[in-house]
């Protein structure tokens, strides 16, 4: 695995992006254009060390050929999903361009994209961007709604305090209603 920094000029956020390909020569091609791109590319020749880096760093994107061997693309993408660490990151796989079978198996996976060979790199980059920017939302998303949920315990507990006192104002104000009649 080599991390690849680009002299190209950057987006304003720089996500770091893992590129998982057997074939070296392919892997560079992808690592070189998506570092120009302006991401900060982790390059990895086969799965064992792909999941090893997402757990040493945080990656944003997974980009994964499909067909790997001895471990495929779609068992990565399983790997990935039930890792409840990592299983939010956004994957792409890439495939060849007959193989809608293998497409199908990606998505059920829990592949977010699958790009058929050959592909403009365009292409690829803003699908890349755009599951980017859905991640984001999401964790946004997500924690918006953590802090949501943190207001509502917050107004729980207020509002069971609150109940707690008027239940004992109440039981004053009947105490001291016994001892006027009383009088």
Do not use: W
Not at 81 to 99: F, K, N, Y
């Amino acid at each position: 695995m080599t991390e690849i920094l680009s002299s190209a000029p950057r987006p304003p956020e720089r996500s770091r992006l893992l590129i998982v390909e057997p074939n070296r020569s392919a892997l560079a091609v992808m690592a070189r254009r998506l570092g120009e791109a302006g991401y900060r590319i982790v390059a990895c020749d086969n799965p064992a060390n792909a999941i090893a880096e997402m757990r040493r760093a945080p990656i944003e994107l997974v980009v994964a050929e499909l067909r790997m061997k001895p471990v495929s693309g779609v068992q990565l993408t399983r790997l990935i999903r039930d890792d409840t660490v990592l299983r939010d990151t956004p994957i792409i796989l890439i495939t060849g361009r007959s193989d809608s079978a293998g497409a199908v198996d990606g998505f059920g996976a829990g592949a977010e994209d699958v790009v058929a060979k050959p592909f403009h790199f365009e292409v690829l980059e803003a699908r890349i961007a755009r599951r980017l920017a859905r991640a984001r939302s999401i964790k946004e998303l997500r924690h918006d709604n953590a802090a949501l949920d943190a207001r509502v315990v917050t107004r729980a507990i207020e509002l069971g305090e609150t109940r707690a006192e008027l239940v004992r104002v109440e039981a004053e104000r009947l105490r001291l209603e016994r001892l006027v009649g009383r009088s």
